[in-house]
């Protein structure tokens, strides 16, 4: 079982930056690859980024790729998403979560845990 929590979301103007964090729970944290993504408003939730259990790989949706950065830190079983060049076509509930199985990094389903989410406003 593995619990996840979200911070570090908040109102920043276009181009400016933030850090997402994501605070985990559970002894199978540090053998989970994580992924980020986010939900806007009467849209589906989509894939930003992904990484590794080791953090040896990272994957990033083309939409943010050269702006985003997924890291974690396992010995303080956190991961962080680094947002910069922000945009208003941002905006969005970001959602950490974690999963333990085979299948793509992007798809929303082959995650077993999700925490509740961060708002994130980029202002025009």
């Known amino acids: 079982q593995v619990q996840l929590v979200e911070s570090g979301g908040g109102l920043v103007q276009t181009g400016g930056s933030l850090r997402l964090s994501c605070a985990g729970s559970?002894?199978?944290?540090?053998?989970?690859?994580m992924g980020w993504f986010r939900q806007a408003p009467g849209k589906e939730r989509e894939f930003v980024a992904a990484?590794?259990?080791?953090?040896?790989?990272?994957y990033y949706a083309d939409s943010v790729k050269g702006r985003f950065t997924i890291s974690r830190d396992n010995a303080k079983n956190t991961v962080y998403l680094r947002m910069n060049s922000l945009k208003p076509e941002d905006t969005a509930v970001y959602y950490c979560?974690?999963?333990?199985?085979?299948?793509?990094?992007?798809?929303?389903?082959?995650?077993?845990?999700w925490g509740q989410g961060t708002q994130v406003t980029v202002s025009s």
């Open positions: 559970g002894r199978t944290f540090s053998r989970s690859a």
């Open positions: 990484i590794t259990w080791s953090g040896g790989s990272t």
């Open positions: 979560a974690a999963k333990d199985t085979s299948g793509s990094y992007s798809l929303t389903n082959v995650y077993n845990y």
